[in-house]
């Protein structure tokens, strides 16, 4: 009778704390996109996750030429085929040059060339930087969105606005996960 009773009291004080949960705002910690081609084909996907040391990305992709691909995080979540510009361009919250090697540098969006192996396929884990993936000056998920993009040739990390990486092949609208 006494546990009843316990049981009873708990109860309600436990359930409360349920619909504290459901109504709590979320917090996305990652963010998804399904990359496909100008056709549409599926051809990979990316996955960022945010970390006490900023965000991280990690994306798959095939059916690329063999060697090197510039691979950036685009400002707008949108891809439009054939050619993707509705990507807009690279994320950029802090104003800065592209490039990892400009020493006015770099977009948040730039990331390190996605390197192809003899069958098309690649994949490459990195870290992107600052960021976070809702909320704050810096939101990759802000309003209009944000987008992946692999481009047909690779990035010289140097040039502004894109490092010379030329069309867009592969395109993911990153949506919170």
Same mark, same amino acid.
């Given at each position: 009778?006494?546990? /009843?009773?316990? %049981?009873?009291?708990?109860?309600?004080?436990?359930?409360?704390? $349920?619909?504290?949960?459901?109504?709590?705002?979320?917090? #996305?910690?990652?963010?998804?996109? &399904?990359?496909?081609?100008?056709? =549409?084909?599926?051809?990979?996907?990316?996955?960022?996750?945010? @970390?006490?040391?900023?965000?991280?990305?990690?994306? !798959?992709?095939?059916?690329?030429?063999?060697? &090197?691909?510039?691979?950036?995080? #685009?400002?707008?979540?949108? $891809? !439009?085929?054939?050619?993707?510009?509705? +990507?807009?361009?690279?994320?950029?919250?802090?104003?800065?040059?592209?490039?990892?090697?400009?020493?006015?540098? %770099?977009?948040?969006?730039?990331?390190?060339?996605?390197? +192809?192996?003899?069958?098309?396929?690649?994949?490459?884990?990195?870290?992107?930087?600052?960021? @976070?993936? !809702?909320?704050?000056? %810096?939101?990759? /998920?802000?309003? &209009?969105?944000?987008?992946?993009?692999?481009?047909?040739?690779?990035?010289?990390?140097?040039?502004?606005?894109? =490092?010379?990486? =030329?069309?867009?092949?592969?395109?993911?609208?990153?949506?919170?996960?």
């Amino acid at each position: 009778m006494r546990r /009843l009773i316990c %049981t009873a009291a708990l109860l309600p004080m436990s359930l409360a704390g $349920c619909v504290g949960a459901i109504h709590a705002p979320m917090h #996305h910690s990652g963010a998804i996109a &399904d990359l496909a081609d100008a056709n =549409g084909k599926a051809a990979g996907r990316a996955i960022i996750t945010q @970390s006490a040391d900023g965000l991280w990305i990690e994306v !798959t992709a095939k059916g690329l030429t063999p060697g &090197d691909h510039g691979f950036h995080v #685009h400002a707008v979540g949108t $891809c !439009t085929a054939p050619d993707f510009a509705s +990507a807009g361009p690279h994320w950029n919250p802090s104003g800065h040059q592209h490039g990892r090697k400009n020493p006015q540098g %770099t977009h948040a969006g730039d990331a390190p060339n996605l390197r +192809a192996d003899a069958s098309g396929k690649a994949r490459l884990k990195t870290w992107l930087g600052a960021g @976070s993936i !809702t909320g704050g000056a %810096t939101a990759l /998920l802000d309003a &209009d969105g944000a987008a992946i993009v692999i481009h047909a040739d690779p990035d010289d990390e140097m040039t502004d606005p894109s =490092g010379k990486s =030329g069309k867009r092949l592969l395109c993911g609208v990153l949506r919170a996960r």
